[in-house]
């Protein structure tokens, strides 16, 4: 369980760290509207990871089966 947390972890603050610094280079201002996508792309951001973790998780199940 410890390898799935750790693949959520790593993938939620990579893609963070990706996030704010193409924010940072693409935008200059900040207005409402750039606000309003932060959040929802760091909202998709998570629920995307948990699908990359539910993944691996999969993937190691189908493994062990065999």
């Known amino acids: 369980m410890k390898g799935y947390i750790g693949v959520f972890v790593l993938v939620v603050v990579l893609s963070i760290i990706l ?3 193409f924010n ?8 409402i509207l750039q ?12 629920l995307l990871s948990v699908i990359i973790t539910q993944l691996f998780y999969l ?3 189908f493994k062990n089966k065999k």
Do not use: C, K, R
């Open 19 to 21: 996030l704010t610094v």
């Open 24 to 31: 940072a280079v693409f935008t200059g201002g900040g207005d």
């Open 35 to 46: 606000e309003t996508l932060m959040a929802s792309t760091m909202v998709i951001s998570v």
């Open 59 to 61: 993937i190691n199940l």
